[in-house]
């Protein structure tokens, strides 16, 4: 059990860039959730697969963000024409549908910062 | 919409000495699960500890327990024998049950507590 893991773990960019962030949940866990934390917040929630399948998105989640999940292991997570309001610590999470009380399971996050 | 309040921004407490931190919730449902999570200063967000609405005794994990009161909508964590590692920001965490279609297994989260334990 290697954990979640994101890449990359920081990011800088210009307002305008698109950006894109990587996510590998732990290997058996089918469902995995993207959360946005700003600093001194809780975080919110952004999208949620189960499998391929993404089943849920966040009205947060606007038209220059996407999410995919595309074989049902990794996901990425695109932000197109970043503004400054983007900066925030990007979460990822899994879960097993096998594991009692859903637990989610964190990566370390990918902190972007719009310059 | 459910909701999740914690209601003191920071708090700091002796090692070795006992912490409590609070959290409120407000829901409509009957059967939930609430979550307290663990944020230590740039490191992951781990699961400190979690309870089932319907059940009605308490979860204690070691050094951590909870008072779940379900009427009241009460869900405070407290913290025993208090460590320097659990310096950490704590997150109170609401989820609904899923539904058919596996929606609803989102966490909603309060602003969390700073919580610094003190030498």
């Known amino acids: 059990d290697t954990g979640v893991s994101q890449d990359p773990r920081h990011k800088i960019t210009k307002r305008g860039q698109n950006v894109t962030f990587r996510c590998d949940p732990i290997?058996?866990?089918?469902?995995l959730y993207w959360y946005r934390q700003t600093l001194g917040q809780g975080p919110e929630f952004l999208t949620y697969f189960q499998n391929e399948a993404q089943l849920e998105k966040s009205r947060l989640l606007s038209d220059r963000f996407s999410a995919e999940r595309p074989k049902g292991s990794f996901s990425t997570l695109e932000i197109q024409r970043t503004e400054q309001g983007d900066s925030a610590m990007y979460l990822c999470?899994?879960?097993?549908?096998?594991?009692?009380?859903?637990?989610?399971?964190f990566g370390p996050g990918t902190r972007l910062t719009v310059l | 919409a459910q909701t999740v309040t914690q209601s003191q921004p920071e708090m700091s407490v002796q090692e070795a000495e006992t912490v409590t931190l609070s959290c409120t919730y407000d829901?409509?449902?009957?059967?939930?699960?609430l979550f307290w999570y663990k944020q230590p200063p740039s490191r992951q967000m781990i699961l400190v500890i979690r309870?089932?609405?319907?059940k009605q005794q308490n979860a204690t994990e070691n050094r951590f327990s909870v008072n779940f009161q379900k009427a009241a909508k009460s869900f405070s964590l407290k913290i025993s024998d208090s460590q320097l590692g659990d310096t950490a920001m704590y997150f109170c965490a609401f989820m609904k049950p899923s539904d058919n279609a596996g929606n609803n297994r989102k966490l909603i989260w309060g602003l969390g507590t700073s919580l610094a334990v003190n030498p």
């Open positions: 309870q089932e609405a319907y």
């Open positions: 829901t409509s449902e009957n059967n939930y699960y």
């Open positions: 999470a899994s879960s097993s549908r096998e594991r009692l009380y859903n637990e989610q399971f």
């Open positions: 290997s058996e866990h089918n469902r």
